[in-house]
């Protein structure tokens, strides 16, 4: 089972003691500063929880699904996460 938003932001608010606004614009100010950070090329490391940063993706050949021709992918960038210990450790219970 996941949690959506909504989930999160009454779990978030119930645990802080915050309202569900507050705990929402909270939530909504981090996806900002995750996506801005790492839009400049810059890591987002919370110790002990997660790191997240963009790594870049060499060009290479792949295989159109629909006709099956070989094609060219260009270089690009995707996201890296990288788990900290304290969810290695919720995770490995």
Known sequence: M???RTELV???AAKAGLTN???DAALKAFQEVLVEQLSAGESVTIPGLFAVSRAERAARKGINPQTGEAMDIAAGYRVKITA???LKRAVAK
């Open 21 to 23: 606004t507050a705990a």
């Open 10 to 12: 009454q779990a978030i």
């Open 84 to 86: 900290g210990s304290v």
């Open 2 to 4: 996941s949690v959506n």
